[in-house]
């Protein structure tokens, strides 16, 4: 199943602050995105429609296992690639801006070359 950039990076992010704070709210993501509320609920409203997370009666959200798959492997992507950017001498920030965006559109293959590479 094909799923946009935005979608990826909000389940990333909800499993980033599941593992920081132990819970996620849509505010909590607002804050870490710098997003508003409005854009955020919206999100959430199309995940929860398509199976990715879900959302209980007090607004605590819990990754789905496909919003789960998806997100590890996000992070994985994005901590692989910002680690060997940075041990090739770029910024850090730098490097954290760059994984980001190339976390999406890499292909298996060459990040599973990248990734031997850095073990």
């Known amino acids: ?36 509320k409005p854009s955020v609920s919206v999100a959430m409203k199309n995940l929860r429609e398509n199976g990715f997370i879900e959302v209980d009666q007090n607004g605590y959200i819990t990754l789905l296992e496909s919003g789960k798959e998806i997100a590890d492997r996000m992070y994985e992507r994005h901590t692989t690639l910002s680690n060997w950017l940075i041990s090739l001498g770029v910024d850090e920030k730098i490097a954290v801006e760059d994984a980001c965006r190339i976390e999406h ?4 293959e060459s990040f599973e070359a990248i990734k031997k590479l850095t073990k």
């Not at 990826?8 to 599941?18: A, D, F, H, P, Q």
Request: charged share 30%.
């Open 105 to 108: 559109v890499i292909s298996t």
């Open 1 to 36: 199943m094909k799923i946009h950039e935005s979608a990826e990076n909000y389940l990333e992010t909800i499993l980033m602050i599941k593992n920081k704070k132990g819970s996620v709210r849509s505010i909590d993501i607002a804050n870490e995105l710098e997003f508003s």
